[in-house]
């Protein structure tokens, strides 16, 4: 029987997605860069993929990948990359000014409360994560929430899920699920702790090798049915 659950957050609770679009069109304009065209963004969101790859195998340090992402990619659009640091500083603000719920997120998880133990799990940097997470309310709803900025480690390290198990007093790994939009850190971060796991994948991607998903969903409701199973 299911009776915590770890919610990730961009794009599983809140749509990050449209969110960093916004962000990074304001701030080209705020830095009088000109327009950027959304084959600018599908670059940058190749590039930036690539870093929080890179992160979660802890093969660069987080603070110096978020900088690095946008110097690679000025380079390739004939930016001078020495703004890298101040733009993403802007970026980053601005993260906060668009909130926008995925699917019946934030009733879904209202609807939740008192039944299971829920929090927040999020490798996204502790400014925005908190900022978003007042804005949209979710802080007053799930019993605690877990950033890798203050825990001291990313998703899908054993070190962070260790550092939630230690926290919310876990004692029977049975009981406790991860519902997530990405594999690298969501699933994968499931299997190495020994939980359960759920990939929220509405785009119904094929399932690749490597991964044990337990459950395989294309809209958050469908939680509903697992857990009453």
């Known amino acids: 029987m299911i009776k915590t659950i770890l919610w990730d957050f961009d794009n599983t609770l809140l749509n990050f997605d449209v969110a960093e679009k916004a962000a990074i069109v304001s701030t080209f304009e705020k830095f009088n860069l000109g327009t950027c065209t959304n084959q600018m963004l599908r670059r940058y969101e190749k590039i930036n993929k690539e870093y929080w790859h890179m992160i979660e195998d802890k093969k660069i340090n987080k603070q110096t990948a978020l900088v690095k992402r946008y110097e690679d990619f000025f380079i390739e659009y004939g930016i001078d990359k020495k703004i890298a640091k101040d733009f993403n500083d802007e970026y980053t603000k601005a993260l906060g000014n668009t909130i926008e719920y995925v699917e019946n997120s934030f009733e879904l998880v209202s609807s939740l409360k008192g039944k299971y133990k829920q929090y927040i799990v999020s490798n996204g940097a502790k400014n925005v994560q908190t900022v978003r997470m007042k804005k949209s309310n979710f802080d007053k709803i799930v019993d605690g929430t877990f950033i890798s900025d203050i825990v001291g480690a990313e998703k899908p390290s054993i070190e962070f899920f260790n550092h939630v198990f230690e926290k919310i007093k876990a004692t029977d790994k049975s009981e406790i699920i991860i519902i997530g939009d990405s594999l690298s850190s969501d699933i994968k971060g499931g299997n190495n702790a020994g939980i359960k796991t759920c990939w929220y994948n509405p785009k119904k ?13 294309q809209s958050l409701n469908e939680i509903l049915s697992i857990l009453n199973s």
């Open 205 to 217: 991607k094929g399932i690749p090798s490597g991964y044990l998903i337990d459950y395989n969903i």
